[in-house]
């Protein structure tokens, strides 16, 4: 697995340690009491990014605790000293602006974050401090936050995906599995005290086993100020060691075969993993370990094409093979996944001679050839460490949460330390990480098949001494148990954004809207085509979004394979997709890779190649999307919702395609569709980069400046209308839990009512979560929210619902609390809640690639390229009647569409 590199380290001593980056933007400081602090400084938006994080999560456990952090975590969130319930946690966010917040349990760390207005910093932090350092820990919250967490454990059980890892972890980490699973298991969630809780908080919640990460528009001198303020008393104490896991846990090869509804019955998926080596007891083999997986990210290496070219396999390109590195604090792996088509034939044969490709052919040349990588390739690996190093800096999140991931998973200073290490990693020095982690060493050989094909081979892949993975066996629980102990000035921002967009046309017409940002080094690019799933004949709705993913896949100057080189090498990207009222294919890379990855992107626009391979691919994956979309009650649910409220709608044309259409879609027909785009009435472009006006007009100009132009008139799209209905539909998936919908009536972005009804929305999340979620504890996840794209409806969610009577009644409980509350309640509540609506716009322009969305999402609703940054006025101005109209309008008089998929 590629990590994050390192820059230039700068040393400067005084009552704490610090060091800083060459060029300033990245500050470390370690307090007396052990805490790390980093402080990223990015000027791009006017927000702050702070997470706190913890070496702890499933690392920490034994089989008694498996899920004990990740309960811990949700109960942290229930009130503290200062803010003493979840609603009053829920307020003061919202009071900030806080637009999302999270915390999540991993394998290795847990972490909370969130990202406010940068001149609420001190606010964030001293919010932080209270919720980390003095949670109340109640024991009311305690059993209704069980309830959740167990809800959210059963619904995963029946989840292959779920099954296999589990699988998969407990032949790799025999010694303790529970290491490497978060969730835990329901009996130690059930059996869980608050002297339980008290014990983790002790030991693990302290600051010599902590972090914290704050970024964005900040100022380090201030930040460290107040990191000291609130954090300088947090206690230290001494942190348990993990127990170290197996090196070598198989003493022979180990087969595992699964059964997958979701799998197409025309392929297998074929894996291999080895236990690789752990950063904490054999760092040095990480760096061969990721020079070889990056070596193998190239699409054209040797390795890929001579596994995938072998035809014994039937492995439909190179996109359907990996081989990486995984690198772990205590659980190294290395991963081999291949798809094989036409499984029905030979399969289990096949298997074993991909395993001796591997093992015996292709590893052991590796080793021996000093010359199987070239110079050349070697070369791209450290050229790619330098641009994935710039690509990162672009928002402080990103930069921070990758940092924070090596702070918690590698030794200290790994990852200040990363390029320079790496730069000295030789032939030998992969060679020796080879011999030692794949010849040396046994693989766990699994294959996924659809259960028809498991029906062919039942009897002789049995006999083969494969084991088949069920939900009996998949889990370690299920085993006998070894003993172990605003504020921001809209106007004045929209207006200064306005001033620095030009607006220009091409010489045929086509709108180019150009957004220059010199903060960084990435430059977005992209091509729109007006027109969507509603201008196309439904008998082959979703060709759009087949086109232009095939345009990405090869032109007539460039092969599939020279594009996946070209992009691997200089860290770029391409890639294209259809919705229902437009298409688009983007670009992004670093400035000085822009006329490389441009002229292949051009091409690609302009004479794409329509391999016939690859249309095969698409549409096999097409299908794929199909069947799980089928199997899994989430996405069938969704489905259900679609074919009911867009019935004889414009919108009942996917915008990829369905079970009717898939069997339409030709390459002749994809042609066909590809000249009708080609107009210039059709197209605009927007940019977003540090470019120069003249040059990049001149580079359109010359590529699609000659596209004709002919009239082009969009279809109207009808106001939709939601009538009543009940819909429920039986999916074993589900697995003793529901998913439920209820969809309503909800005013479109033209409409008068529109921001009213979002912050209504947004408010009445809260109301939800308090009362479905946090005081009767009928589900995993609730919330409402909005859906649609020109015209849009109400959709009101429940996920993993563990009694659909009790989840209603609580619905109609917060409907009643919302509809009673007071306007003076409203008004006072209100301001928190616009602000979160601000921090999430700036959310979303933090990267270059979100300003140039915005733009397009303005120029296609409203034809206008400010529309956005306008709604901040038109929001800011709603009153709490407002609100309470809006609500009694959609929520409470419209008419609702219920929809249920069950398990019960």
């Known amino acids: 697995m590629n990590k994050l590199k390192n820059f230039f380290i700068l040393w400067i001593i005084f009552f704490i340690g610090t060091f800083s980056f060459a060029n300033e933007n990245l500050h470390y400081y370690k307090l007396e009491n052990g805490l790390d602090v980093y402080i990223f400084e990015n000027h791009n938006a006017p927000l702050a990014y702070i997470e706190v994080a913890l070496k702890a999560g499933a690392i920490k456990q034994n089989f008694e605790t498996a899920g004990l952090f990740h309960l811990y975590e949700h109960i942290m969130f229930k009130g503290n000293s200062k803010f003493k319930n979840a609603k009053e946690v829920q307020r003061a966010l919202n009071d900030f602006g806080v637009a999302n917040w999270n915390g999540s349990t991993g394998d290795e760390f847990v972490n909370y974050y969130f990202t406010l207005p940068a001149e609420l910093i001190e606010q964030g932090l001293e919010f932080w401090a209270y919720a980390i350092k003095e949670p109340l820990l109640d024991e009311t919250e305690l059993e209704k936050e069980k309830k959740v967490v167990i809800s959210e454990i059963t619904g995963n059980l029946s989840s292959p995906n779920k099954q296999l890892n589990d699988a998969i972890f407990k032949n790799l980490f025999p010694k303790s599995p529970w290491q490497l699973d978060p969730a835990g298991f329901e009996k130690n969630i059930q059996n869980c005290t608050k002297e339980d809780l008290i014990k983790i908080k002790d030991k693990y919640y302290v600051a010599n086993n902590a972090a914290i990460f704050v970024g964005g528009d900040v100022q ?33 090869e180990k087969f595992l075969i699964q059964q997958d509804a979701q799998l197409p019955a025309n392929m297998a998926q074929v894996m291999m993993f080895y236990r690789g080596p752990d950063s904490e007891k054999d760092v040095y083999a990480t760096y061969a370990a990721d020079i070889w997986g990056s070596l193998l990210e190239n699409p054209k290496n040797k390795f890929s094409k001579r596994i995938c070219n072998d035809k014994n396999f039937k492995i439909p390109s190179t996109d359907y093979f990996s081989a990486w590195y995984y690198t772990k604090l205590s659980s190294g792996r290395i991963n081999f996944m291949t798809v094989f088509n036409e499984p029905e034939k030979n399969l289990l044969n096949r298997v074993l001679k991909f395993y001796n490709k591997i093992h015996n052919n292709e590893i052991p040349k590796i080793i021996k050839n000093k010359k199987y990588f070239s110079k050349k390739e070697f070369e791209n690996v450290k050229q790619k460490i330098k641009d994935k190093r710039l690509i990162s800096t672009e928002t402080a999140e990103g930069f921070l949460s990758e940092l924070r991931f090596w702070w918690a998973s590698a030794p200290e200073n790994y990852f200040f330390t990363y390029e320079q290490n790496l730069n ?100 977005n690019l992209r091509i729109f085509v007006l027109g969507g799933a509603v201008n196309t004949d439904s008998n082959i709705t979703g060709i759009e979004d087949a086109l232009f993913k095939i345009m990405s896949k090869g032109s007539k100057k460039f092969s599939k394979e020279k594009i996946e080189k070209i992009l691997h090498d200089k860290s770029a990207s391409i890639s294209g997709y259809g919705r229902s009222d437009f298409a688009t294919l983007q670009m992004n890379c670093l400035t000085h890779h822009f006329n490389d990855v441009f002229e292949i992107f051009s091409d690609c626009f302009l004479n794409p190649r329509f391999s016939k391979s690859e249309f095969k691919i698409l549409l096999d994956d097409y299908k794929f999307d199909l069947t799980r979309s089928s199997e899994n009650p989430k996405l069938l649910l969704e489905k259900i919702v679609a074919n009911n409220i867009y019935k004889n709608h414009p919108y009942a044309n996917t915008s990829t395609p369905n079970d009717f259409s898939i069997n339409n879609i030709t390459i002749e027909e994809m042609k066909n569709h590809h000249k009708k785009i080609l107009n210039a009435s059709r197209i605009f472009i927007v ?124 619905i109609l409980e917060a409907q009643n609390v919302f509809k009673t509350m007071s306007v003076e309640e409203i008004e006072k509540r209100l301001p928190g809640f616009k602000n979160s609506y601000t921090t999430s716009e700036y959310k979303l322009t933090e990267t270059n690639s979100g300003v140039a969305s915005q733009i397009a999402t303005s120029i296609l609703f409203f034809d206008d390229a400010f529309a956005l940054e306008k709604f901040a006025q038109k929001r800011n101005a709603v009153t709490a009647q407002e609100i309470q109209a809006a609500f009694k309008k959609y929520w409470i008089d419209s008419d609702k569409a219920e929809f249920t998929v069950t398990g019960y």
């Not at 380090?220 to 846990?249: C, G, M, R």
């Not at 084991?467 to 148990?481: G, S, V």
């Not at 940019?687 to 008139?713: C, R, W």
């Open 220 to 252: 380090k001198d201030e930040v460290i100020k107040l990191v000291n303020k609130y954090f300088s008393n947090w206690k230290s104490a001494y942190v348990p060691k993990h127990t170290e896991q197996i090196s070598k846990p198989l003493a022979s």
């Open 424 to 523: 000295k990693v030789s032939h030998i020095d992969i060679s020796q990480f080879l011999q030692k982690y794949i010849i040396e060493n046994y693989p766990l050989i699994v294959v996924k098949v659809n259960p028809e094909i498991f029906k062919l081979y039942e009897s002789s892949f049995a006999k083969y001494g494969f084991t088949e993975i069920t939900k009996d066996n998949a889990f370690y629980w299920n085993d006998a148990p070894p003993a172990e102990n605003n504020l921001f000035n809209e106007n004045n921002n929209s207006k200064e954004k306005e001033n620095e967009m030009e607006i220009l046309k091409l010489k045929n017409g086509i709108p180019f809207y150009l957004k220059k940002n010199t903060t960084n080094s990435i430059q």
């Open 687 to 810: 940019a977003v980069g540090n470019f120069e006006t003249e040059k990049i007009l001149s580079l359109l100009n010359h590529k699609f400046g000659n596209i004709l132009n002919y009239d082009f008139k969009s279809i109207e799209i009808p106001k939709l209308i939601i009538e009543k209905n009940n819909i429920l539909e039986k999916c074993e998936a589900s697995n003793g839990t529901a998913f439920k919908q209820f969809i309503f009536n909800f005013p479109s972005m033209h409409d008068t009512d529109y921001h009213a009804a979002c912050l209504a929305a947004t408010m009445y999340d809260e109301t939800l979560f308090n009362i479905v979620r946090e005081k009767n504890g009928t589900c995993y996840s609730v919330g409402n929210s909005y859906k649609g794209s020109k015209v849009l409806y109400g959709l009101l969610y429940g996920i993993n619902i563990n009694n659909l009577t009790n989840f209603d009644k609580s």
